[in-house]
T-cell receptor, first 119, second 113 residues
């Protein structure tokens, strides 16, 4: 299978600061990456979809100025939570999809997630 | 809109017991259906999938059949192991419309030795 990593796995920050989360595809080229948010005992909610080299497409209700997504290369996407507040505390998960590797085509591969706590 | 409903957890079973995790869906089109599993400390992994009505997905002893008449995709395993302890997510995606995956809330499974 294909491996997706996230860094950091856990982060604690003060209210008002910004936090950057990285998502990397380790052994394949990620033509599309997805960012999800998961609340306790809730399902994963898609926040945005990003294609390499273009602007992210945000789901309804997700503030694009709050959650900055950059998909700068075929192996890296970043999510920056700007001016974080306690209500942004959550579990953030990324996934990646490739169209360049036939055996992996169409499937989304998920990272292990990042636990963000804003004090 | 599309949605997925799965049984609330946690589900606790003894080793070698029979497992069923119920999942029903609502969709306007013809979605593909999935079960994902998340082991402790790891990312979600695709467990099995079915792309059309009456298809049966299977993997690692788990099975699920795409039932269009009952809009269901229940996960079953005949004899669970301690290593099956994880969180299981039912999900759907309408590949003809977009790549978005819609997940259920997840069901935590505990298997006791």
């Amino acid at each position: 299978g294909a491996v997706v990593s996230q860094h950091p796995s856990r982060v604690i920050c003060k209210s008002g600061t910004s936090v950057k989360i990285e998502c990397r595809s380790l052994d394949f080229q990620a033509t599309t990456m997805f960012w999800y948010r998961q609340f306790p005992k809730k399902s994963l909610m898609l926040m945005a979809t990003s294609n390499e080299g273009s602007k992210a497409t945000y789901e309804q209700g997700v503030e694009k100025d709050k959650f900055l997504i950059n998909h700068a290369s075929l192996t890296l996407s970043t999510l920056t939570v700007t001016s974080a507040h306690p209500e942004d505390s959550s579990f953030y998960i990324c996934s990646a999809k490739t169209l360049t590797t036939t055996s992996l085509w169409g499937e989304q591969f998920f990272g292990p997630g990042t636990r963000l706590t804003v004090l | 809109g599309n949605s997925v409903t799965q049984m609330e957890g946690p589900v606790t079973l003894s080793e070698e017991a029979f497992l069923t995790i119920n999942c029903t869906y609502t969709a306007t089109g013809y979605p593909s259906l999935f079960w994902y599993v998340q082991y402790p400390g790891e990312g979600l992994q695709l467990l099995l999938k079915a792309t059309k009505a009456d298809d049966k997905g299977s993997n690692k002893g788990f099975e699920a059949t795409y039932r269009k008449e009952t809009t269901s995709f229940h996960l079953e395993k005949g004899s669970v192991q301690v290593s099956d302890s994880a969180v299981y997510f039912c999900a759907l995606s309408d590949m003809n419309r977009d790549d978005k995956i819609i997940f259920g809330k997840g069901t935590r499974l505990h298997i006791l030795p």
